[in-house]
C-alpha cells in the first residue's frame, strides 16, 4: 500500500507534468505570435527611419518576451494559491519569480511535501529562459543581416 508521501510525490508530479505542458504550450504560442508581428511589423518598414523601426521590433520582442514569462510566472504563483502551499499572492508571486529564474533566495519555501514542484518549477524556468534567449539571439541576427543586405554587403 502507497504511503502518504508516495501519494503526495505522484500528485506532485501529476500537477508539475499539467503546468509544465500548459507553459511550454502558452510559450510556443506567444513566440509564434511575436513571430507574426516581428514579420508584419519588419513588411511594413518605412523608407526612412529604418534603424528607429528596426530598434521598436528589438524592444518589442523583449517586452513580448517579458510579458509571456511574467504569464508563466503567474500561472505557477496561481497554482501555489490554488493548492494552499504558500498563502498570499504577494508571497506565491515572489516565489514564483526567483524559483523561475532559478535564483531561488530560500527565504520563502514551500512544505517538504511540496518541494519537488518548486524544483520542477526551476527546471521548466531555465527551459523557457532559454529557449526565449535562443528566439531573441535569432531575431536581432536576423535585423542585423538583413542590415547589412540592405547595405550592399
Not at 518589442?60 to 499572492?89: D, K, M, N, P, Q
Not at 511535501?113 to 524556468?125: K, T
Amino acid at each position: 500500500m502507497a504511503t502518504n508521501g508516495a501519494v503526495t510525490l505522484l500528485l506532485q508530479l501529476a500537477i508539475a507534468t499539467a503546468i509544465v505542458i500548459g507553459t511550454v504550450a502558452l510559450h510556443l504560442l506567444g513566440l509564434a505570435m511575436l513571430l507574426r508581428l516581428l514579420r508584419h511589423h519588419r513588411t511594413h518598414a518605412p523608407e526612412r527611419g529604418a534603424l528607429a523601426h528596426e530598434l521598436t521590433g528589438i524592444v518589442g520582442a523583449a517586452f513580448g518576451l517579458f510579458i509571456l514569462h511574467a504569464f508563466e510566472i503567474w500561472s505557477y504563483a496561481a497554482l501555489y494559491l490554488g493548492i494552499g502551499v504558500l498563502r498570499t499572492l504577494e508571497e506565491a508571486l515572489y516565489f514564483s519569480t526567483s524559483t523561475y529564474a532559478t535564483i531561488g533566495y530560500g527565504d520563502i519555501v514551500l512544505p517538504p511535501d511540496w518541494r519537488v514542484l518548486g524544483a520542477i518549477e526551476g527546471i521548466n524556468g531555465v527551459i523557457l529562459l532559454g529557449w526565449s534567449t535562443a528566439f531573441f539571439v535569432a531575431v536581432v541576427g536576423r535585423l542585423r543581416l538583413l542590415e547589412i543586405e540592405a547595405q550592399g554587403g
